[in-house]
């Protein structure tokens, strides 16, 4: 971040914390390292508080936090999940603040109260009926609506809609991919360079069925002579806000279930007999059981294989 972001920061803040503008800055610029989303994310999310507080670092207690709190409770259109992302944010900021100041300040305590001192009410639209719970995914018939429009429409948007079905990756991941991490051969598809497109610092491999293979290459053919990047656009590659645009304009009826891909494959693996820690290995979720660890360690041709017996969507005419 440069001087102009620093002055915004300060600007911001209530004249009791201006003085701690270059911490939170600092903090941020670990954030940022991340992902420029989630700065935006947790700027938002600190300035808010601390001016709520209105006091310095320092003499903020547990009670001002849980009283912040209680005021986004009060905040009926956020949603639980989004009221614990405060929450979370707040409570790597205070640890960051505290970490940073532990030789001077060695008694200091993290103010952000955990669920047990206090939690946020759910409310109706917290709860999803299981009568809906099929509303969260598309089914066979969109997926195969959906390929047939963007073929019609867009060559690329059809690759894109591809691997968004055929590998469960998320978006940020499809479109920061570069041409070279392609190997139609193996049928591998690697991302993991750029930092949107990763959590980590290791590369993420995804797998695409064969008879997609021969579309991917003719699109990266005619790719291959404008740019480095499967899906070029906004500066270096199309962009997660341009990509909803599009959505929204071309795709309405998709375009509020963009999340759902992802979603969607792990429940047709599961359908189709696959364990759910194979499942999330292949679409390189957050790994949630030790039989994860099993297939962590298969060589990449085994996990294709292993993707090869579960795909669900080999009755696709592309």
Not at 31 to 58: M, W
Not at 147 to 174: H, Q
Request: proline residues 3%.
């Amino acid at each position: 971040m440069n001087r102009i972001t620093i002055i915004s920061i300060k600007t911001q803040l209530n004249t009791s914390i201006q003085g701690y503008s270059k911490i939170i800055d600092d903090y941020l610029q670990e954030v940022e390292k991340r992902s420029h989303g989630a700065y935006l994310n947790q700027k938002i999310h600190i300035i808010d508080c601390l001016n709520y507080i209105n006091k310095p670092l320092n003499d903020i207690t547990i009670l001002n936090v849980r009283d912040y709190l209680k005021f986004l409770d009060s905040k009926k259109s956020l949603k639980y999940n989004s009221k614990t992302t405060y929450r979370s944010h707040l409570t790597s900021f205070f640890k960051y603040y505290k970490k940073v100041n532990i030789e001077t300040n060695p008694s200091y305590l993290n103010p952000v109260p955990d669920k047990d001192i206090f939690d946020f009410t759910k409310t109706e639209n917290d709860f999803k009926k299981i009568s809906d719970k099929d509303s969260d995914k598309f089914s066979r018939e969109e997926l195969i609506t959906i390929l047939r429009l963007s073929k019609k429409r867009n060559f690329r948007d059809f690759i894109i809609f591809a691997i968004l079905i055929f590998t469960g990756m998320r978006i940020s991941e499809v479109l920061t991919m570069k041409i070279k991490y392609t190997n139609l051969e193996k049928r591998f598809i690697e991302t993991g360079d750029v930092k949107d497109a990763r959590k980590s610092n290791k590369t993420l491999l995804f797998f695409i069925p064969k008879f997609f293979t021969p579309f991917l290459e003719q699109y990266i053919i005619n790719m291959k002579k404008k740019s480095i990047w499967l899906f070029p656009g906004h500066s270096s590659f199309l962009n997660k806000n341009s990509w909803y645009d599009l959505l929204k304009k071309h795709y309405p009826k998709i375009y509020s279930k963009s999340q759902k891909f992802r979603k969607t494959i792990v429940s047709e693996y599961v359908k189709n007999g696959c364990e759910i820690a194979l499942a999330e290995i292949l679409t390189n979720h957050t790994p949630t059981s030790l039989t994860a660890e099993y297939y962590l360690k298969l060589e990449p041709e085994e996990k294709r294989d292993l993707y090869d017996k579960f795909f669900p969507y080999y009755n696709f005419a592309l």
